[in-house]
């Protein structure tokens, strides 16, 4: 929290305290990473149904990983599995989804 810049500049000290005070107040309810990152209880909000009308569902074939990329992509599709992200699913719906290397071209972004 010491190290986050708040505004540019533009806030007063009041201001900045202020929404370091909110902040710390909210502070669980953040994620800064898919391990601390959680969902909501059905209690809290309960599944969503879609109402649909009569339709063909898609089935698109996905996009080919590279055989460089392969054991990243497989790592990094258990993370999102593990944190709740992405399941598992066998259905008659499939969309496409590609993964591209973060600035620092070490991680992948999902």
């Known amino acids: 929290m010491a190290r986050l810049q708040i505004g540019d500049g533009n806030l007063s000290k009041a201001e900045v305290k202020l929404f370091r005070s909110e ?37 698109y074939k996905p996009y080919p990983v590279g055989r460089g990329l392969f054991d990243r992509v497989v790592n990094l599709l258990k993370v999102k599995m593990d944190a709740g992200v992405i399941e598992p699913t066998i259905g008659p719906y499939a969309s496409r989804w590609f993964v591209i290397a973060k600035k620092d071209k070490a991680k992948l972004r999902f």
């Open 23 to 59: 902040l710390k107040s909210v502070e669980s309810a953040m994620a800064f990473s898919d391990e601390e990152m959680g969902l909501l209880k059905p209690e809290v909000e309960p599944p969503v149904r879609i109402p649909t009308v009569p339709h063909e569902p898609w089935n």
